[in-house]
């Protein structure tokens, strides 16, 4: 296992982090509750075993269980040899002390006295701009002084002016981003990357593999990777095209099996930074060429069409669509486009497709000229109504 340093942060971190949000389920679905606690106290141990000492979880993941689940994991002596990272869901909250009850009741969850890093869920601009107001910042003062958690962080999904914004308002240990190689400019991206990097904080890098589907099997990626210099999984070419970034500390991988854990933790061992050659990056840009000709629908992710008066989330509902087609994972994009729309995250206005009204503004509003209505027919018909 390699390991990297958060600039303020003088601990070693394990480059590989096991991201607990995918644990095996008796009834293998993983964005559920029914943890199959057994198999997956099996694989947390055989990592931790295996040098990984960054363990990430969340309030609700797996319907709250995955928690309870770390915590039992974390027994016998393993919960001394790791970091433990979860994180408030920063949605949920609507007034400052419900910050305290929250991270009370993950400190019960996860059998521990204090989180190594507490993180804020998934900030966007609506999240932060009721938290701030709320009084969030005096919160993590406040949770840091007492010892309930150590090092302040945040999750994030919005635009890189956003990012900007959060990263200059408060001295956070790191900031977690969706980053892949297809996902350079989607959210912060390498903009924010190197933009947080600059002002002295950490990287952690979630969906690595866009939520499994860089891994998945898709024929005519399998020919560029059999064209390669050296022979690796789609799922090492992803994990190592990430590791390959310096301001990166640590790729949270959601793993759900135990191959999947000995595999990644086999990767690891490679993950130097700077260490892919001119001949592997090129690899690596023929994959993402060939994902993104299998597109349907050109949308940049601009947000211009954006909001829209029935909630539809625009962007997202053929960001789910466009993965169907060019990951060959209709059955993965539905399940993830009927969980992450349903209006969990949006103050219970579900954003499917299927709510459009057909009344045209966002295609006033499109800079590109698309026939949104169209499309979002399209999406509908795909996904169901």
């Not at 943890?35 to 960054?54: F, L």
């Not at 302040?152 to 980053?179: C, G, L, M, N």
């Not at 962007?315 to 969980?339: H, I, M, R, S």
Request: glycine residues 8%; charged residues 25%; proline residues 5%.
């Amino acid at each position: 296992m390699l390991y990297r340093k958060f600039p303020r942060c003088r601990d070693d971190i394990s480059i590989l982090g096991f991201g607990c949000m995918r644990l095996p389920t008796e009834e293998n679905q993983q964005a559920r509750g029914n943890v199959d606690v057994q198999k997956a106290t099996d694989m947390i141990r055989t990592a931790i075993d295996g040098g990984v000492n960054y363990i990430d979880t969340a309030y609700p993941y797996h319907n709250g269980e995955s928690e309870v689940v770390i915590g039992r994991a974390l027994g016998d002596g393993y919960r001394d040899k790791v970091f433990l990272a979860t994180k408030l869901p920063s949605w949920l909250v609507t007034k400052r002390e419900e910050m305290d009850q929250f991270l009370d009741q993950q400190l019960t969850r996860l059998a521990t006295d204090h989180i190594d890093f507490y993180l804020l869920h998934g900030l966007s601009r609506e999240t932060w701009e009721n938290l701030s107001q709320l009084g969030v910042l005096e919160f993590l003062d406040s949770a840091r002084a007492d010892g309930r958690i150590r090092y302040p962080a945040f999750s994030f999904h919005d635009q890189f002016p956003v990012f900007k914004e959060i990263v200059d308002a408060y001295e956070w240990t790191f900031a977690q981003i969706q980053y892949n190689y297809m996902d350079e400019q989607e959210q912060a991206g390498t903009q924010g990357l190197k933009y947080a990097s600059e002002q002295g904080l950490g990287i952690v890098v979630m969906e690595p593999l866009r939520g499994g589907l860089l891994s998945g099997d898709v024929p005519i990626i399998h020919q560029h990777i059999l064209e390669a210099p050296v022979n690796r999984t789609p799922s090492e070419w992803g994990l190592r095209w990430v590791w390959n970034h310096p301001e990166v500390t640590v790729v949270l991988s959601g793993m759900s099996a135990m191959e999947q854990v000995r595999e990644n933790l086999a990767s690891a061992e490679q993950g130097l930074p700077g260490s892919l050659s001119p001949g592997e990056l090129t690899v690596v840009e023929k994959l993402r060429d060939t994902f993104a000709s299998r597109v349907k629908i050109p949308c940049t992710g601009c947000r211009y069409c954006m909001p829209c008066q029935k909630g539809v989330d625009i962007p997202q509902c053929f960001t789910y669509y466009n993965q169907a087609y060019a990951f060959d994972a209709q059955e993965k994009a539905t399940g993830v486009y009927l969980w992450a729309l349903n209006g969990t995250f949006s103050g219970g206005i579900p954003g499917y497709a299927s709510c459009c009204i057909k009344c045209g503004e966002c295609e006033d509003k499109c800079p590109q000229g698309l026939p949104i209505r169209k499309y979002l027919e399209e999406v509908s018909e795909f996904f169901g109504k």
